[in-house]
């Protein structure tokens, strides 16, 4: 199968990060997406949330606040057979092209998921986890075919964020692979999925983030600075820098002719000093060992509070202008060589 061609997408699980990922699904014209999910109130629950992901897509002015579609954009996908409400796992799978799960992140609940799933979905199906962290390999426990299973690890929201980690097991086919990656390449779509080589605890984009927490935390335990200063620092430096050209192109380019080899050269002791200081905060130990959450929880909770609905899209169009800059083409300037 192409990236064009059409597919139909069963969606297990539809709490935030699954009723986004529907609204991607059905930006596209070629798709028809089945949803289940255990939640009694299900139906009413899809019919106020997802007009408000799927305003998202219908402009890409940002000068423009995103349309929040009245709830009879769903009655209409219903009624035109595009989305399907299931009350079972069975009639949900059984014609699936795709099967993309967003339950609970528990190693029991997935490898007993992933064994129905084989057994109801089409044997040609594409089975594809959102998961966070629990490894494909790790998934498959109680599986036949291994091949079938990989990550396809979103950033929240996937209806906006362009990064898709797609992470196979040792076991799962190139096939699988280059199909989920086509999928996500498709023309005119702004997402990037990235195939990851290895597993790894976390991937790579949280290993990442979760990185740069632990030396944020151990900053403000430290009291080297307070947690609003220290988001102020990032926003000011390295949020926008590393939003241009990522980490190794930045270097690259501060190493000057040399490029981030000259760099190394230059700051080498600085680096080294830097990183054999850097803190070794933990979430679980005893009472003296986690202590620094309770600075780190109350800094924030004065800094921010409790987002509330408008800040929440306020910052999610924010977000979205700055997709749209990265995706801009600015050309390059001709040089002399």
Not at 141 to 152: A, F
Not at 193 to 199: A, G, L, T
Not at 257 to 267: Q, V, W
Not at 302 to 309: L, M, P, S, V
Request: contains cysteine; aromatic residues 8%.
């Amino acid at each position: 199968m192409s990236n064009t061609e059409p597919q139909r997408i069963a969606l297990i699980g539809l709490g935030t990060i699954g009723v986004s990922m529907a609204a991607l699904h059905l930006a596209r014209e070629n798709t028809t997406v089945d949803v289940f999910d255990t939640r009694p109130d299900f139906e009413q629950y899809l019919r106020k949330t997802l007009p408000i992901f799927m305003g998202h897509h219908l402009t890409s002015d940002t000068s423009k606040p995103d349309s929040v579609l009245p709830e009879s954009v769903v009655t209409s996908l219903l009624t035109s057979g595009r989305l399907q409400i299931h009350t079972s796992l069975e009639s949900a799978c059984a014609s699936a092209t795709i099967v993309q799960e967003q339950g609970p992140e528990n190693v029991a609940f997935k490898q007993s998921l992933w064994k129905q799933v084989e057994s109801l979905a089409p044997t040609s199906a594409h089975l594809w986890t959102s998961t966070s962290g629990i490894a494909a390999s790790i998934q498959q426990g109680e599986m036949s075919d291994k091949t079938r299973l990989l990550v396809v690890h979103p950033f929240n929201p996937p209806h906006i964020m362009p990064l898709l980690e797609i992470v196979p097991s040792p076991h799962t086919s190139t096939e699988r692979v280059e199909f989920a990656r086509a999928y996500y390449s498709v023309p005119g779509s702004k997402h990037r999925p990235v195939v990851i080589k290895k597993e790894i605890p976390g991937f790579v984009g949280n290993r990442l983030a979760f990185a740069l927490l632990r030396e944020a935390c151990h900053l403000v335990q430290e009291d080297v600075v307070n947690a609003k200063d220290l988001d102020t620092i990032l926003m000011a430096s390295l949020g926008p820098r590393w939003a241009g050209n990522g980490v190794f192109e930045s270097y690259q380019q501060g190493g000057g002719e040399g490029g981030i080899g000259a760099f190394f050269d230059k700051l080498e002791p600085t680096i080294q000093q830097v990183w054999d200081g850097q803190g070794r905060v933990n979430l679980v130990g005893n009472g003296e060992e986690t202590r620094w959450k309770d600075r780190v929880i109350s800094q924030v909770n004065e800094a921010y509070g409790t987002f509330t609905n408008g800040q929440v899209l306020e910052k999610e169009a924010r977000l979205k202008e700055f997709v749209n800059v990265q995706a801009k083409e600015y050309g390059h300037l001709e040089t002399e060589q």
